[in-house]
T-cell receptor, first 112, second 115 residues
Framework: DAGVTQSPTHLIKTRGQQVTLRCSPKSGHDTVSWYQQALGQGPQFIFQYYEEEERQRGNFPDRFSGHQFPNYSSELNVNALLLGDSALYLC???????????FGPGTRLTVL | DAKTTQPTSMDCAEGRAANLPCNHSTISGNEYVYWYRQIHSQGPQYIIH???NNETNEMASLIITEDRKSSTLILPHATLRDTAVYYCIVRALHAGGTSYGKLTFGQGTILTVHP
């Protein structure tokens, strides 16, 4: 059984572009959370999706948006990329009926 | 959200127990203590969590003081592969708690296991 998977592994974009990151939760997981981790810092919560709705949001601008699909997979979209958006983007999924989050390997985004 | 305080770094000899402390003096009654670790450039790995009783699993033990204001994560026989950043997180598990849903990571403790 595969764990939480994310794609792509690495991505390079230029300022002003838009990016879409993808997350596939582990089988039996229905909640997906997204985090941003800048170099040398702990992960910062972006938002959480449950039943295809954004349930909770952290302190991130509207440039950051997301979506959850009926199969529980999720996308993170970032518009108008800034240099400061360079980071490791982590997806975490939660088993149905529990509250523990399990993380994927992350997507390393570099904005030039 | 309840804040946590952890030492910046700790060292441990391979084969010895690693005891990682965490202070969470403002913890609320509905908040659990979670521990994750992150090996360089990988996603955080869940270790263990607890409310007020001591917990043990195949990875570690979690000791929570009776007043719940602090806790200790114990890796009973540390190996070189346990070298990582360890995060102590306080989090509500019920809707209505301000930390419900999200995990709030601090700087964590850098644990280095030496041969």
């Amino acid at each position: 059984d595969a764990g939480v998977t994310q794609s792509p592994t690495h991505l390079i974009k230029t300022r002003g572009q838009q990016v879409t990151l993808r997350c596939s939760p582990k089988s039996g997981h229905d909640t997906v959370s997204w985090y941003q981790q800048a170099l040398g810092q702990g992960p910062q919560f972006i938002f959480q999706y449950y039943e295809e709705e954004e349930r909770q949001r952290g302190n991130f601008p509207d440039r950051f948006s997301g979506h959850q699909f009926p199969n529980y997979s999720s996308e993170l979209n970032v518009n108008a990329l800034l240099l400061g958006d360079s980071a490791l983007y982590l997806c975490a999924s939660t088993p149905r009926g529990t509250d523990t989050q399990y993380f994927g390997p992350g997507t390393r985004l570099t904005v030039l | 959200d309840a804040k946590t305080t952890q030492p910046t770094s700790m060292d441990c000899a391979e084969g010895r127990a690693a005891n990682l402390p965490c202070n969470h003096s403002t913890i609320s009654g509905n908040e659990y203590v979670y521990w994750y670790r992150q090996i360089h450039s990988q996603g955080p790995q869940y270790i263990i969590h607890g409310l007020k009783n001591n917990e043990t699993n195949e990875m570690a033990s979690l000791i929570i003081t009776e007043d719940r204001k602090s806790s200790t994560l114990i890796l009973p026989h540390a190996t070189l592969r346990d070298t990582a950043v360890y995060y102590c997180i306080v989090r509500a598990l019920h809707a209505g708690g301000t930390s419900y849903g999200k995990l709030t990571f601090g700087q964590g403790t850098i644990l280095t296991v030496h041969p």
